[in-house]
């Protein structure tokens, strides 16, 4: 027994002891709960960054947010080499480890570093980082006393974004080769490619240069204002829903997880008609656009929209430069159907549908030359395989290839430089689709007549345990509890265009249910009607859903 273990006990002992009972599992997004039930998670997951770190050889990071939880929520995962989701595998390893009573804790450990065979003598850098959570700074104490339990280094890079933790391990990976791993470096790679592509001028018509943004009282609000200095008159950004002016609590009545779930306008953001907005959620992983029109109706534009828009201008380009490119577009169940079809039959791009989770996404867009993946909360991103930058720079400075070829060549390496390829980023999603807006000369109102969404509704419903709910087909279709997937199958039949789907939280105890139809009050019909059958057959607790 080394030292080290012996210090791990001692800290899970007089520190970080086990406070809560119940188990609690690595799910879609890490860890996510009260914040006052994370403080041993922390420590253990401090822990468990050091001994990936070693295995993988090397810069692991820590992020600290629950995204677009209430701030009395908290929640930690890790991040990968490339900037990527810890592998499934060690997921189960997070959830073992944080587990196990503290006087196994020890054992635990010895046991993952005898499995596999980890040089625990290796210097190894955690990169931790957090969200604007009351809560953040106490717990990333605990994430440091885990790394340095473990003769870690950590080095906390303070209050950032999501998708910046994600670029930043990415950077220190490649030795910068993608980027310079600092705020400064992020900043300067994403305003320099933006301004290269807006050029001197706009391409006008309908596209209107001024957004307003609402920052969720988060991280986003007070990162986008380094963006607003760099930009200048290139993008107006009219922020709303900053703390820093404390207009009020994180997540609340604002941000993109509200505007999408609610369809509704948020909190603080002024209501002008045909006003192009936005909204990014509390770690600025998410973004939709929206507005309201003369008659005061709302529109959302989500990931959905945002994923069609990025596939059609890049399709265009790849076939201006007349180079062989697969393209892709990856969904999930949540995908609009409407969407599904523009994408297929009129923009002519292959769909993957994949479970729910950007890890899922992800990991099928590796297989594209250019892997198009959003969720419909809008969260996503693009990823270009080397194959494809490899042609493209050889397509760039090819004088046999006619002027046009060049020049699309060289708008795809610049929007390479705009897209944040590590994971969904809100900013960096938001820069790409003005990008595209300006090129073609866009209103939001243009951009969403290119197909009708059909109406839908999501709900939730509370159960005694979710794990009884099992699902299979990229979560279309529901395993257990037997009968249920039967029950949903008939109550969709009854809908013009019904759809409807059910699935697990992967944080929660509570099923998540998604239904469409060909109207608003069908839609929200079919949607209560599969809740009520949830809470039938799958064990739901408190009040029962209610049939309009």
């Not at 196990?100 to 980082?129: C, F, H, W």
């Not at 002519?348 to 549908?353: D, E």
Request: aromatic letters at 8%.
């Amino acid at each position: 027994m080394t030292a080290s273990y012996r210090t791990v006990y001692a800290f899970a002992r007089e520190m970080h002891p086990k406070t809560v009972k119940h188990d609690i599992h690595y799910g879609t997004a890490g860890f996510r709960t009260k914040a006052s039930n994370l403080g041993y998670i922390m420590y253990r997951m401090g822990l468990l960054a050091v001994l990936r770190s070693r295995y993988k050889q090397g810069v692991i990071g820590i992020m600290i947010t629950a995204s677009h939880n209430p701030e009395c929520d908290n929640g930690v995962k890790l991040i990968d080499p490339h900037g990527e989701m810890m592998e499934q595998s060690w997921e189960e390893l997070a959830t073992k480890l944080a587990n196990v009573q503290d006087d196994e804790l020890e054992a635990t450990i010895k046991e993952i570093v005898q499995k596999y065979s980890i040089d625990m003598t290796v210097r190894v850098n955690i990169l931790i980082g957090k969200d604007t959570r009351p809560s953040s700074p106490s717990l990333a104490k605990s994430v440091v006393d885990g790394v340095l339990a473990l003769s870690g280094k950590p080095i906390d890079f303070g209050i950032v974004t999501t998708p910046q933790m994600h670029y930043f391990v990415k950077c220190r990976n490649t030795h910068n080769e993608y980027g310079i791993g600092t705020e400064e470096g992020y900043y300067t790679k994403l305003v320099s490619a933006f301004k290269r592509l807006r050029g001197d001028k706009f391409n006008n018509k309908n596209y209107v240069n001024k957004i307003l943004y609402d920052g969720a009282n988060g991280v986003g609000a007070r990162k986008i204002k380094y963006f607003k200095e760099r930009l200048g008159d290139c993008l107006e950004i009219e922020l709303h829903n900053d703390a820093g002016i404390g207009t009020g609590k994180l997540n609340h009545l604002c941000g993109a997880d509200y505007v999408k779930s609610q369809q509704l306008f948020p909190t603080g953001v002024p209501n002008i008609p045909n006003q192009r907005c936005v909204s990014v959620d509390g770690d600025a992983d998410r973004i939709v656009y929206y507005y309201n029109d003369e008659n005061n109706k709302f529109h959302l534009l989500d990931g959905d929209r945002i994923a069609t828009l990025i596939a059609e201008y890049l399709k265009e380009l790849v076939l201006a430069c007349g180079i062989d490119l697969n393209l892709g577009l990856i969904q999930t169940a949540y995908a609009n159907g409407a969407s599904t079809d523009y994408i297929t039959k009129t923009l002519k791009v292959p769909v993957a549908c994949v479970s729910t989770g950007v890890k899922h996404l992800h990991h099928k867009a590796l297989e594209y030359d250019i892997g198009v993946y959003f969720e419909a909360n809008g969260h996503g991103t693009v990823i270009f395989s080397k194959n494809a930058k490899d042609k493209l720079n050889e397509a760039a400075k090819d004088n046999k290839l006619s002027e046009e070829q060049q020049q699309s060549a060289e708008k795809l390496l610049a929007l390479i430089d705009v897209i944040n390829e590590t994971v969904g980023d809100a900013i960096s999603d938001m820069l790409l689709v003005e990008t595209i807006l300006n090129a073609k000369g866009w209103n939001i109102q243009q951009w969403e007549q290119t197909y009708t969404d059909l109406p839908n509704k999501l709900l939730k419903v509370t159960v005694q345990d979710r794990n009884l709910l099992t699902t299979k087909d990229a979560e279309r279709m529901c395993v257990t509890p037997e009968g249920l997937q039967e029950e949903i199958g008939l109550i969709v039949e009854k809908y013009n265009k019904g759809r409807s789907f059910v699935r697990p939280s992967g944080t929660e105890d509570i099923v998540r249910i998604y239904a469409e139809a060909a109207t608003h009050e069908e839609s929200e019909k079919l949607a209560a009607e599969v809740a009520q059958k949830v809470y039938e057959l799958a064990g739901g607790i408190g009040a029962p859903p209610i049939i309009p």
